[in-house]
């Protein structure tokens, strides 16, 4: 029986023996292995009692039967529900307590840790997978048929649930439906012009929309194939490069490259395609890049729960510092986040996106689903940005790093890109800082290059012509680094806690 996802990767499958991963210890998993090996898995799961609609957690280390599990999930009806490798016990403790699944697969080093969380939220199996087809899970699948019967689902069936990251509060499951996922991957086949001759190298964690659907359901509908590593790994990425053709990562993937004097335009020659995403691309990344490459680099933008919206274009203008167009099929709109009505082109408000990529909702929490769309279907990203006038879209920030200082809304990208602009700078994070007197005090956290010499003062008179009065910080930091997650987003708000007290009287 067709199982929606599943079936359309079946009906665009290239020949079997054709290599679907590479994995970076040289084995190799084809077509006809997934497909047999998902199968395995299936069986598996079915074995353990799990029925349509039942979730699978799964905390494992990045390996092809990680993949392949995915695949088993689609193709037995369950829900896939990957979680960050970095979750704790106690965090894994409410993410199992909350999405009540059947099964709950761990990494085998961290079983005796998480079988008694796992009891406590009343899981019936827990299951291991190593990264060496080790494990319970492994051992099952090899004593399985490669043999199963997909179950039926339709497009509107979920196939997975992905917890957000949660910055501000618990975070929620974004369910995503088996049309969220085909639609867009197809989408993305036609946009970035995948096809099987594509050799992608991957160096990013499955747990995540990027590496997981954005990466994978891409390569698997184009008929492509994936050089998998286990996480950035630059030297391996320069010794992959004249074998692949593609690359996708988060802009700390570029910037850790252009460190390499290696870099260069014979290194990358047989690749045709660079994307970046998941965090903001400095334009001087991508100057930089396509200076030191020939290559420009095209960036996109998407989340979680609305997998990709923008891209810019294959052929035509990669904009460094804009986030392209939306996609096919997708709408996206600008609105006024107090009143909810649409802005005048050009002008910065809320980005709001429809369309059959968007998700069906978050987890068990209607009444958030319900806030975050408005009643035509569109839905609120909680991203700022605006469109230009020839339709691309700028991301200014997150709407909760919007800094409110004195009753004036300052949009941190604008001040960043100025402090960015200035020699001996490398970045910057602009944040609000609890002050007396202005609610927010708008605070800058500088990196400058080892040499410069670049301090507070010279950053704030340089600024004084170039920004209005109340979106000048009031302090300028410096650090080493700014604090990043695996998906290379700035975490302002460790920024925020750490420097909470700097204008406390
Ligand atoms: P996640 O759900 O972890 O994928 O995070 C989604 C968020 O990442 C978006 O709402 C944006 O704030 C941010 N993001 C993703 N891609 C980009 C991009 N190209 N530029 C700026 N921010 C981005």
Not at 108 to 125: E, R
Not at 194 to 213: E, K, M, N, R, W
Not at 215 to 226: H, I, S
């Amino acid at each position: 029986m067709p199982a929606f996802l599943y079936d359309i990767i079946r009906r665009r499958m290239p020949d079997g023996a054709k290599t679907f991963i590479e994995n970076h210890d040289g084995r190799l998993i084809t077509y006809a292995g997934l497909d047999a090996g998902s199968a395995q898995l299936a069986n598996v799961l079915v074995g353990l009692g799990v029925a349509p609609g039942d979730r699978v957690a799964v905390q494992v280390e990045k390996s092809p039967e990680a993949i392949l599990l995915y695949l088993a999930c689609l193709r037995a009806g369950a829900v896939f529900l990957p979680l960050n490798t970095a979750y704790t016990p106690n965090e894994i403790a409410y993410f199992l307590g909350d999405a009540e699944p059947r099964v709950f697969i761990c990494d085998p080093a961290f079983k005796d840790k998480l079988a008694s969380v796992a009891a406590d939220a009343k899981v019936a199996h827990v299951e291991t997978l190593g990264v060496k087809q080790d494990g319970t899970l492994a051992a099952l699948m090899a004593a399985a048929s490669p043999v199963f019967s997909d179950v039926e689902r339709g497009p509107d069936d979920l196939a997975a649930i992905l917890y957000t990251s949660g910055t501000t509060g618990r975070s929620k499951g974004a369910m995503l439906s088996h049309d969220n996922l085909a639609s867009n991957a197809l989408t993305l086949v036609d946009f970035w012009r995948f096809s099987a001759s594509d050799v992608l190298i991957h160096a990013l964690p499955i747990y995540h929309t990027h590496g997981l659907f954005v990466a994978t359901n891409t390569l698997l509908l184009a008929g492509g194939t994936m050089l998998f590593l286990p996480k950035l790994d630059p030297d391996a990425i320069m010794r992959l490069m004249p074998r692949a053709t593609s690359m996708m990562g988060v802009p700390t993937f570029y910037t850790r490259l252009l460190q390499r004097p290696d870099l260069t335009p014979e290194a990358t020659k047989h690749m045709r395609l660079f994307i970046s995403g998941s965090a903001p691309l400095l334009a001087e990344t991508h100057r930089e890049w396509r200076a030191r490459t020939g290559h420009a680099i095209l960036e996109r933008y998407g989340m979680t729960e609305t997998n990709m919206n923008t891209s810019n274009p294959y052929d035509g203008d990669r904009v460094a510092g804009t986030v392209g167009m939306p996609l096919p099929g997708v709408s996206a709109r600008i609105c006024d986040p107090d009143t909810g009505a649409a802005t005048p082109q050009g002008e910065i408000g809320m980005i709001e996106v429809k369309g059959p990529n968007v998700f069906k909702g978050y987890w068990r929490m209607p009444e958030k689903t319900a806030a975050e769309f408005k009643v035509d279907g569109f839905f609120i990203t909680g991203d700022l940005g605006k469109i230009d006038e020839r339709g691309y879209v700028h991301i200014v920030g997150r709407g909760k790093d919007l800094v409110i200082t004195g009753g004036f809304n300052v949009y941190p990208k604008e001040v960043e890109d100025e402090i960015d602009a200035m020699p001996g700078v490398i970045e910057s994070a602009v944040i609000g800082l609890a002050h007396a007197d202005f609610g927010e005090g708008v605070t800058a956290v500088v990196v400058r290059d080892k040499a410069a010499t670049i301090d507070e003062k010279a950053v704030l008179s340089a600024l004084e012509d170039r920004l209005a009065k109340f979106k000048q910080p009031k302090r300028v930091l410096f650090v080493d680094d700014l604090p990043r997650n695996t998906m290379g987003k700035v975490q302002k708000n460790v920024l925020r806690d750490t420097y909470k007290d700097l204008y406390a009287k």
